[in-house]
């Protein structure tokens, strides 16, 4: 059977990595069992720790290769990876190439032999050219020129190569697919959402074990109305809105309490003392990635609270994807489409 060889440009230290990369690999693998894969990784630099899930001798499965990776300044600092995946593909005599971001996309385009690669999908998760310019708001005509480049890359995945090859687009959702049909007219009929990547539900034996384990762990109750964060502290993520809403629900409802599940603790504990919430009402908590769900199982509801923007608009946030997977409800504000179609329960912004 032909390897599935997944390419990644952003680098297995993204926060999404498991959940969003690995995970649905893994799913796709137990439909097909005999089918080798491969996750190609570009790096600035060789990441020092392996994830466990390689360590742990699984690897027999799943293959992991790094490749280096120059910093991005237009198409042409691409060709070095372009060469680097071109010498590996040439290993196999047919494959599936995978790309993650249009990035990685247009690297396989390039890399590909066209005769070896019997389908190529590109999943876009984002808008790239948007979400640089959200991240660099200043002036800088380096900023401004460098955002230019990314739009043009994306223009050249989503239109002309689109087009070209009948290569397949796997969007995250419905109003991603709509901005890519409208701003680089991306072909409607090679399109389709993203559902490898939606973790499965939690099993309701689970939830009820962990749900008494974290609680008694947190020393709330089991009436307690725990509301949860779960992310970084970066400004797009409004954390303080959030610390708000809480302050504000647990005004009406004293008997509420607010997990919030971040690496960020330093920064989280500075926005927190801001808002001066009782210290009896929170808890701030840094915890490894498969410990999630574990905690997600004592909250009732999940809060994600994001700017209004593109960029947000056509997202499904990870996050939301991990409430709904342990059954939580979601609090939002109406920045997400989908978000607003898909959520279990929405409750107003106080």
């Not at 995978?98 to 999943?123: D, E, F, Y």
């Not at 970084?232 to 919030?260: G, H, I, M």
Request: contains cysteine; glycine residues 4%; aromatic residues 12%.
């Amino acid at each position: 059977m032909q390897p599935l060889i997944f390419v990644v440009y952003d680098g297995i230290k993204n926060s999404v990595f498991h959940s969003q990369v690995l995970a649905p690999l893994l799913k796709r693998l137990q439909k097909n069992p005999d089918q080798k894969i491969i996750i190609v990784s570009f790096e600035r630099a060789r990441p020092c720790k392996i994830p466990s899930f390689f360590a742990s001798g699984a690897s027999n499965y799943v293959q992991l290769i790094y490749l280096k990776r120059l910093p991005f300044l237009s198409k042409f600092s691409l060709w070095h990876s372009v060469w680097k995946l071109k010498q590996l593909l040439r290993r196999y005599n047919e494959y599936e190439l995978i790309a993650r971001g249009p990035l990685a996309g247009w690297i396989c385009v390039h890399s590909m032999h066209k005769n070896a690669c019997k389908h190529l999908t590109i999943q876009a998760r984002g808008i790239l050219a948007e979400e640089y310019k959200m991240a660099h708001t200043s002036r800088n005509l380096f900023h401004h020129w460098r955002a230019r480049k990314l739009f043009e890359i994306e223009r050249e995945v989503y239109h002309d190569y689109a087009h070209g090859l009948k290569l397949h687009i796997e969007a995250v959702s419905p109003a991603l697919c709509k901005y890519l049909i409208s701003t680089y007219h991306a072909p409607y009929e090679q399109m389709d959402i993203a559902r490898y990547d939606i973790p499965d539900p939690i099993p309701v034996e689970d939830i009820i074990a962990w749900r008494y384990k974290i609680r008694k762990e947190l020393g709330v109750t089991d009436t307690t109305h725990v509301y949860c964060y779960n992310g970084s502290t970066k400004p797009w993520q409004c954390l303080e809105e959030t610390v708000n809403y809480f302050k504000d629900a647990y005004n009406r409802y004293p008997n509420s309490f607010l997990l919030l599940l971040t690496h960020d603790t330093k920064a989280c504990k500075v926005i927190v003392g801001k808002a001066r919430l009782d210290e009896t009402t929170y808890q701030i908590i840094s915890t490894k990635h498969e410990d999630i769900y574990t905690y997600l199982a004592a909250c009732d509801v999940g809060l994600i609270f994001r700017k209004a923007s593109p960029v947000n608009w056509v997202a499904r946030p990870t996050k939301a994807l991990e409430y709904q997977a342990a059954g939580l409800r979601i609090v939002h504000n109406n920045t997400v489409d989908w978000l607003i179609k898909h959520t279990i329960s929405l409750e107003k912004q106080v």
